[in-house]
């Protein structure tokens, strides 16, 4: 199948940034989307940011402005560059993604994936 695993998520003071990252690895035959989600305590997860194969981008109107998405489609790695960081922005912040895997000569999915989460605080 497929696995994502994260990084680059800790604790950083009001207006400084971050950048998380987001590996795909497993018998991947192809990856559509990727994107983060974040889910703060009390609660519900929320989309902050995708990507297209392609390279379209969208984003919650909360990080419009300050957070940046990208891939790199040959190393199956999305980014997320988080710039002026407010407190309201601390969550685990997830990866997710739509890929079709290779199992054995079939193909299965497209499916959706997630990350196992990383932890992002901001202190005011």
């Known amino acids: 199948q497929v696995q994502l695993v994260e990084s680059g998520g800790g604790l950083v003071q009001a207006g400084g940034s971050l950048t998380l990252a987001c590996t795909a690895s497993?018998?991947?035959?192809?990856?559509?989307?990727m994107g983060w989600y974040r889910q703060a305590p009390g609660k519900q997860r929320e989309s902050v940011a995708d990507?297209?194969?392609?390279?379209?981008?969208n984003y919650a109107e909360s990080v419009k402005g300050r957070f940046t998405i990208s891939r790199d489609n040959a190393k199956n790695t999305v980014y997320l560059q988080m710039n002026s960081l407010k407190p309201e922005d601390t969550a685990v912040y997830y990866c997710?993604?739509?890929?079709?895997?290779?199992?054995?000569?079939?193909?299965?999915?497209?499916?959706?994936?997630w990350g196992q989460g990383t932890q992002v605080t901001v202190s005011s």
């Open positions: 997710a993604a739509t890929a079709v895997f290779r199992d054995g000569l079939r193909l299965r999915g497209p499916d959706d994936y």
């Open positions: 497993g018998s991947i035959f192809r990856i559509f989307n």
């Open positions: 990507v297209t194969s392609g390279g379209n981008t």
